[in-house]
């Protein structure tokens, strides 16, 4: 790869020889886009090595507790020699706000330990998904039959694919300037003279790293700028254009 700041995801995933790791470290020194990137895509390995795990909710014992401190309990019963109907426990105001609080707590306590059951299974999913295109994205950069194809971006930057027919996949590199507030660039693959996105990157973002797959099928990679949030065309002129074939 010949342009330095393309080797950021590479370095992430030590796809890098020791040559192109030193010279790549000597360059991070000194380059502030890379450096951000290079943090981003480390905090991202990082989550992935974090078990998800779970604990009963905190607050859940201690809204049980006080409310069983506010209520007034029952009294023990004194002895009676005069036979009564046994009091039932439904009958005693006390006693119902004692159940009714319990009950309030239990269906509170039980609501949140639900919402925060289904935010670990959330991320433990997210985190799986994300761990699952790491791996392949490494195989792509390590492939046998891996080609790279670079090419100037107009008006500044370069863009760099990555691409494995045994994968059917390429990894997009991307180092340019910012396309402009609210802008996006946006990559797209050609089938002959058919468009199809793949992928969008969030507004004024201008550095990236992408795993885009259905790539055998292309004669080309597109980039463009659209309007944050991308477009279902490209939007002309295309600013950069790599051959796939």
Same mark, same amino acid.
């Given at each position: 790869?010949?342009?330095?700041? @393309?080797?950021?995801?590479?370095?992430?995933?030590?796809?890098?020889?020791?040559?192109?790791?030193?010279?790549?470290?000597?360059?991070?020194?000194?380059?502030?886009?890379?450096?951000?990137?290079?943090?981003?895509?480390?905090?991202?390995? !990082?989550?992935?090595? =974090?078990?998800?795990?779970?604990?009963?909710?905190?607050?859940? +014992?201690?809204?049980?507790?006080?409310?069983?401190?506010?209520?007034?309990?029952?009294?023990?019963?004194?002895?009676?020699?005069?036979? +009564?109907?046994?009091?039932?426990?439904? +009958?005693?105001?006390a006693a119902l706000v004692t159940a009714a609080c319990l009950l309030v707590a239990a269906l509170v306590g039980g609501a949140t330990w639900t919402v925060q059951e289904q935010r670990l299974r =959330?991320?433990?999913?997210?985190?799986?998904?994300?761990?699952?295109?790491?791996? +392949?994205?490494?195989?792509?950069?390590? !492939?046998? =039959?891996?080609?790279?194809?670079?090419?100037?971006? !107009?008006?500044?930057? $370069?863009?760099?694919?990555?691409?494995?027919?045994?994968?059917?996949?390429?990894?997009?590199?991307?180092? @340019?300037?910012?396309?402009?507030?609210? $802008?996006?660039?946006?990559?797209?693959?050609?089938?002959?003279?058919?468009?199809? @996105?793949?992928?969008?990157?969030?507004?004024?973002?201008?550095?990236?790293?992408?795993?885009?797959?259905?790539?055998?099928?292309?004669? !080309?990679?597109?980039?463009?700028?659209?309007?944050?949030?991308? @477009?279902?065309?490209?939007?002309?002129?295309?600013i950069a254009e790599i051959p796939m074939k």
């Amino acid at each position: 790869m010949s342009e330095i700041h @393309s080797l950021a995801g590479p370095y992430v995933l030590h796809a890098l020889d020791e040559s192109e790791r030193e010279t790549f470290i000597q360059h991070l020194r000194g380059c502030q886009t890379c450096a951000d990137e290079v943090a981003e895509l480390n905090e991202t390995v !990082a989550r992935l090595a =974090d078990d998800a795990w779970s604990v009963p909710p905190p607050a859940l +014992r201690g809204n049980v507790l006080a409310a069983v401190r506010r209520t007034r309990q029952i009294p023990p019963a004194r002895p009676v020699r005069v036979r +009564r109907e046994p009091t039932r426990w439904w +009958r005693h105001p006390a006693a119902l706000v004692t159940a009714a609080c319990l009950l309030v707590a239990a269906l509170v306590g039980g609501a949140t330990w639900t919402v925060q059951e289904q935010r670990l299974r =959330d991320e433990r999913a997210t985190a799986q998904a994300a761990q699952q295109e790491l791996a +392949r994205t490494q195989a792509v950069l390590t !492939a046998q =039959d891996a080609t790279v194809r670079t090419a100037n971006v !107009a008006g500044g930057g $370069k863009v760099t694919v990555v691409a494995s027919p045994s994968q059917d996949a390429a990894v997009i590199l991307l180092a @340019s300037h910012s396309p402009g507030e609210q $802008k996006a660039y946006q990559f797209w693959l050609m089938e002959g003279s058919t468009p199809h @996105s793949a992928g969008v990157l969030a507004a004024g973002q201008a550095t990236a790293t992408r795993l885009v797959s259905g790539v055998n099928a292309a004669d !080309a990679m597109g980039l463009t700028v659209e309007p944050a949030g991308g @477009s279902t065309t490209p939007t002309l002129p295309i600013i950069a254009e790599i051959p796939m074939k």
